[in-house]
């Protein structure tokens, strides 16, 4: 089973910027596909980004243009850059893998929190 730690949530002010990373335990991390996830208040986790082993990139619409997945495989470590933060982006945000199209084989881990806010 692949261990999932995220980390560097904080809080930010709208309009700034948070990169947000995850390590992945194992020696498989590279051929997974990574998804970035978040979970507001009373709302449901939804996939915001995804990177395949090949490099390519998916994001929401919510996000697109203002968040960029990038991934290490040398480092196990799966990235979130997000810029232009605005209040609805604050959640939890969960990272997890998969192969192909999936990203949700792991079990959920402990995520960071993002709080945007004046």
């Known amino acids: 089973q692949v261990q999932l730690v995220e980390s560097g949530g904080g809080l930010v002010q709208p309009g700034g910027s948070l990169r947000v990373s995850c390590v992945a335990s194992?020696?498989?991390?590279?051929?997974?596909?990574m998804g970035w996830y978040r979970q507001a208040p009373g709302k449901q986790r939804e996939l915001v980004a995804a990177?395949?082993?090949?490099?390519?990139?998916n994001y929401a619409d919510s996000v697109k243009g203002r968040f960029t997945i990038s991934r290490d495989n040398s480092k196990n470590t799966v990235y979130l850059q997000m810029n232009s933060l605005k209040l609805e982006d604050t959640a939890i945000y969960y990272c997890?893998?998969?192969?192909?199209?999936?990203?949700?084989?792991?079990?959920w881990g402990q995520g960071t929190q993002v709080t945007v806010s004046s």
């Open positions: 990177i395949t082993s090949g490099g390519s990139t």
């Open positions: 997890n893998y998969g192969l192909g199209s999936k990203t949700d084989f792991g079990s």
């Open positions: 194992g020696s498989l991390f590279s051929i997974y596909t």
